[in-house]
């Protein structure tokens, strides 16, 4: 039986159920002098590469596209407690990308949900249900203003409704990028450091037009691993981290790390959905 935690909660009940309802939670959550550590660490990092791209999705964890400057986000006390009040105890790091457009850019999605990974026939319709339990969060940690994540509220919870199904046709997964707008679809505009927590099952998209400004946010999943896992769970390619990897990051990155291959050994399940969520991260973040 799982012992009762002595950990205060962050959130109040009110929030709990608001992120629980509407399938989203907006919190302040790093400082100014954070957010201008992680904007160097960024530019920094372009810098050493020599990395040109207008656009880009970095997966920051991974050996070969580290950004080591950043990667101590995932052991932020602020974003873990968020979890742990929203999924449970003994979180897990999953995805962790950083979403990377020039001013000029044109970023646009379809809306969608996060089943892209998972065969059609294989996508269960309980799980848009007030009864599933959802065990994934997923967040975008904005270093600059970032108004390009929409989400349909409550969307998580219920099948897809008329306007919706008109434009998704006779998929849950994703509606074509040039569909109509939806009448629910809310956009959520961020300033650095504000946090947004979101279930991606939810009916949601990156959409930022021709952006105006730089877009630099660092996007991340967890998982507990006191639940079964979303088939969301397993993002990040576990099989990248060598010991010799392992060994080269900060201490607290490198347990984070621990946990995660730790979680994915017990749940071997979501490996084959693994190559099918990195096929849709290269396509849909090329630049254009
Ligand atoms: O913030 C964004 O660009 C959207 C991210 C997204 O839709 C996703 O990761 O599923």
Redesign the pocket.
Known sequence: MTQPTLRPSVLSDAERAFFREQGYLIRQTLDEASVARYVSAVEASRRERGETQQMSNLQFLQPGKAIRGIQDIVCNEDILAVCHDLLGERIVVDGASL?YGEAGVD?R?GW?R?VLQVPDDQVDPSWFSPDYHYNYV?M?MPLTTDG??WIVPGSHRRQLNAEERAIFGNTEKMAPVDAPELGEGRQIVLNPGEAVFYN?YAV???YGGVLKDRRI?I?MGFHSAEHAPTLHFGVLDHTEYTLEYLASLEPCVREALRAHLVERARHPEVNVFHAYHQQFLQKEFKTT
């Open positions: 979403f970023y999605q969608h996060d997923q975008n390009c994540l991606n949601h998209r990156g946010t996007h």
